[in-house]
T-cell receptor
């Protein structure tokens, strides 16, 4: 079956630091990959996605590249802000299915 | 209103009460979902409806009863809950099976924070 593994949190950084949140997956075929973000008191919202190998998704300064050879989709941002403090979820959907598999989420705390 | 709305935002109920959670989507989507989000646990998919038909029930106890009267509305009826059912209940929608599937983005509501006393 499908699975998504994310690094344990919380990740604690100072403002303007570089961010990496690791995500690896197990799936059959060629899934689509997603990062969702959940700000305090809100539901999840799509941050970025990639639908085929070597695609790079990007949004709000965040990037992730679909690496089929390493089955990874790591999230990166060059300079985090306090407002980026949230929980980040990696997810995948297999072809032929509209129901995603989510990782456990990684909490990010950014200090001024 | 736009997006996915959920009411109420907060609910406190006793173990013998009956209550319902409501979700409404204004996105023209065909699939709707209920998730349970508990502290320190993974996001838990409960039910999925596609074109008003239930397609997933992930071994959810019968004290949770979903209802999908049309593709825009989703309810979760609650009765005789347990304290361990206290959690954030999230509703989501997506295009569903007609879209080709795997590139679907899920759109979430803000959730209902449920406390069972």
């Amino acid at each position: 079956g499908n699975s998504v593994t994310q690094m344990e949190g919380p990740v604690t950084l100072s403002e303007e630091a570089f961010l990496t949140i690791n995500c690896t997956y197990t799936a059959t075929g060629y899934p689509s990959l997603f990062w969702y973000v959940q700000y305090p008191g809100e539901g999840l919202q799509l941050l970025l996605k990639a639908t085929k190998a070597d695609d790079k998704g990007s949004n709000k300064g965040f990037e992730a590249t679909y690496r089929k050879e390493t089955t990874s989709f790591h999230l990166e941002k060059g300079s985090v802000q306090v407002s980026d403090s949230a929980v980040y979820f990696c997810a995948l959907s297999n072809r032929g299915s509209y129901i995603p598999t989510f990782g456990r989420g990684t909490s990010l705390i950014v200090h001024p | 209103e736009t997006g996915v709305t959920q009411t109420p935002r907060h609910l406190v109920m006793g173990m013998t009460n009956k209550k319902s959670l409501k979700c409404e989507q204004h996105l023209g989507h065909n699939a709707m979902y209920w998730y349970k989000q508990s502290a320190k646990k993974p996001l838990e998919l409960m039910f999925v409806y596609n074109f008003k038909e239930q397609t997933e029930n992930n071994s959810v106890p019968s004290r949770f009863s979903p209802e999908c009267p049309n593709s825009s509305h989703l309810f979760l009826h609650l009765h005789t809950l347990q304290p361990e059912d206290s959690a954030l209940y999230l509703c989501a929608s997506s295009q569903g099976s007609t879209s080709g599937g795997s590139t679907d983005t899920q759109y979430f509501g803000p959730g209902t924070r449920l406390t069972v006393l």
